[in-house]
Each structure stands twice: as C-alpha cells, then as structure tokens.
T-cell receptor
Framework: DAKTTQPPSMDCAEGRAANLPCNHS???????VYWYRQIHSQGPQYIIH???NNETNEMASLIITEDRKSSTLILPHATLRDTAVYYC????????????FGKGTSLLVTP | SAVISQKPSRDICQRGTSLTIQCQVDSQVTMMFWYRQQPGQSLTLIAT?????????ESGFVIDKFPISRPNLTFSTLTVSNMSPEDSSIYLC???????????FGSGTQLSVL
C-alpha cells in the first residue's frame, strides 16, 4: 500500500529547474519526507529529507506544504546527469527506518 | 558516510544452485537492509538485518529461500537459495547511517539465473 503518489515520468530541459511533485496525504506527525534517486544501474542515492520546514542542500530543495500532505523536490539547474528515477518516501521511527520504495518518477533531462 | 561495497557485482547462475552475496561497510553500523529490484521494477525490501539477532523478513520472503547472516557490525550476507529464473534481479544492501537516519546503498549485485 503506497503512502506516496508521484507522476510516472517527467521531462525537463537542461539548465532549467526540475520540479518533482509528491502527494503524501496520509503522512503521520512524526514521519519525514525523504527523496532518493536511482541512476541507471546504480544503487539509490539520498538527496534530501524534511519534516515540515523547507530544506535546501547542495543537491536540491525540498518544499513541504503547510498541511504536509504534499511536497516538491526542486533541482534548480538540471543537468543531463540528473536523468534518473526519483523516489519520494515517507518514513519515520515507527516504520523502523526501512524505506518502502514506490514506483517513483522517471525524470528525463534533455539537451 | 561509510563506504559500502557488495560482491559479486554480477553473476550468472544455473537454476537449483545458491549464491551468497556479501556486503561490507567500512565502519560499524547497527541496521542493514537487503532489497531486491526485479527488472523494470522498483525496490522491494527483503529483510532487516541487525547484528546479534535473526533477520526480520518482509511478507513474501522467507528465511529458507533468503538466509541472511550478520556476524558483526560491518558485514552481512544474503544467500539466494535453490535459484530459479524468477530470482533474476538486482540485489542491494544498505545501511542506516548518518545523524539523520539516511539509508546508504551498495551498487548492487546483478543476478541472472538460467
């Protein structure tokens, strides 16, 4: 039973911002929103996570709505190397920290 | 973050045989996880492996088919037993690390069963 909903695929032009949405309407108060990505033939890579405040690191920004029912991962200047499957995952202490991956969004960055 | 490595990176096996995949982390970690990724699919959690206790398996996975060892805080193995072509997948190990509970993944083992 998926806890998140993501579009199956998205395109983005190189150099533009990629905005990847995620719905998590059943998120619990102590659950975080995590984003991972998987580049072809590699293991998943951690990107960012947040509880309720917006977060930014060297890879991306995470915008979480005030009601916490949805979020957006922003890659500010997408490059071809950002082509990957992006997974939005809700997780917290009660889940034992084992991540349950949904189908994710396949992002294609085009020249 | 600690460096995590898996071996073999890939293997081709005959049906009915078993393969043991090794996962090594270069520092001590408490929680390790094993995942399976079938062709074209997302990752599915097989089990959680904590040192000093038996692995906890997810629904649909059993110890007889996927025995796991966790002899110390830096090492774990997953065995795929009595393999069939349906076991052809990528198998990934991961560990829980960092001060903010992130998962770090190995590069995976690509298994093909003929």
């Amino acid at each position: 039973d998926a806890k998140t909903t993501q579009p199956p695929s998205m395109d983005c032009a190189e150099g533009r911002a990629a905005n990847l949405p995620c719905n998590h309407s059943t998120i619990s108060g102590n659950e975080y929103v995590y984003w991972y990505r998987q580049i072809h033939s590699q293991g998943p890579q951690y990107i960012i996570h947040g509880l309720k405040n917006n977060e930014t690191n060297e890879m991306a920004s995470l915008i979480i709505t005030e009601d916490r029912k949805s979020s957006t991962l922003i890659l500010p200047h997408a490059t071809l190397r950002d082509t990957a499957v992006y997974y939005c995952i809700v997780n917290g202490p009660n889940s034992g920290y084992a991540l349950n991956f949904g189908k994710g969004t396949s992002l294609l960055v085009t020249p | 973050s600690a460096v995590i490595s898996q071996k073999p990176s890939r293997d081709i096996c005959q049906r009915g045989t078993s393969l043991t995949i090794q996962c090594q982390v270069d520092s001590q970690v408490t929680m390790m996880f094993w995942y399976r990724q079938q062709p074209g699919q997302s990752l599915t959690l097989i089990a959680t492996a904590n040192q000093g206790s038996e692995a906890t398996y997810e629904s649909g996975f059993v110890i007889d088919k996927f025995p796991i060892s966790r002899p110390n805080l830096t090492f774990s193995t997953l065995t795929v037993s009595n393999m069939s072509p349906e076991d052809s997948s990528i198998y990934l190990c991961s560990y829980l690390g960092g001060s903010q509970e992130k998962l770090f993944f190995g590069s995976g083992t690509q298994l093909s069963v003929l």
